[in-house]
């Protein structure tokens, strides 16, 4: 029977493209695609589809979808389901999965390169440092979609762990009002906008810089921000893990006994 893939493209560099994902879009008869996020040009290449198989369902509700999904496989085709960077973050394919179990249509989920990752390498960050932290959050402030109370800015914040925080960028003043309840006013902070595209720009600040700058450069959309100590990687250079340290003796070198 055929299958429908949920396909991370990554966050807009058509070489992060994965192998797996490049096969699936080969093999698809119709693809959907995520426009307003998702270049064409990363997938173009790979299909030879004409443009009335592929589909941009920006403007389209999630039961339009499925309908051209449900179509589709019936009519025996492959689906690629082109989501930006990957699916399990952000990517709304809970609702459409949901969907497809309804209806007994397989499918399956490629990974793809997070924005969060794509950023960690622009900035040549690690999320983690050993000494520093040991944990990254991944959140958003509440819009369309409600955050649970427990999971506000203000209550992470208390972990001043490193925080990778999407979709918000366009709440900067609450952001960083929300922040400085618990991390200190310096704590550096990086903005990266439209990581992976031609146009992509990194910010490196302090946390009482954040407003401003996102107001002075007018940036209002497809941004990260990223908060921690990790962000000013010239401030951890006594920062060693294990992994490579002869004087320990528990496991082996080239373990992953950190």
Known sequence: ?????????GPGDPKLLTLKAVERI?????????????????????TSLPEERIINSATLSLEENHAHIKTAIRQGSNVARIHTGDP???????????????????YEV????????????????????PGVTQTAIFTRMAGK???????????LASHQATMVIFLSVGKAEEVQRDLLTYYPPHTPVAI????????EACYRITL??????????????????????????????????RLYDK????GYRGSRHE
Do not use: C
């Open 1 to 9: 029977m055929p299958i429908v893939s949920f396909i991370g493209a």
């Open 26 to 46: 080969q093999g698809a008869g119709l693809i959907l695609y995520a426009g307003s996020l998702v270049p064409p040009e990363i997938f173009r290449p790979h």
């Open 88 to 106: 399990s973050l952000y990517g709304a394919i809970n609702e459409q999965m949901n969907l497809l179990d309804a209806d007994g249509i397989p």
């Open 110 to 129: 490629i990974p793809g390169v997070s924005s969060a990752m794509a950023a960690a390498a622009a900035l040549k960050i690690e999320y983690t440092s």
């Open 145 to 155: 979609t409600p955050v649970p109370e427990t999971e506000r800015l203000p209550s």
């Open 192 to 199: 990266v906008y439209r990581v992976g595209w031609p146009d």
């Open 208 to 241: 009482n810089q954040l407003a401003d700058t996102v107001r002075r450069e007018k940036i209002n959309r497809q941004s990260l921000i990223i908060v921690g100590r990790v962000v000013d990687r010239r401030s951890l250079r006594d920062s060693r893990s």
């Open 247 to 250: 004087t320990y003796t528990h």
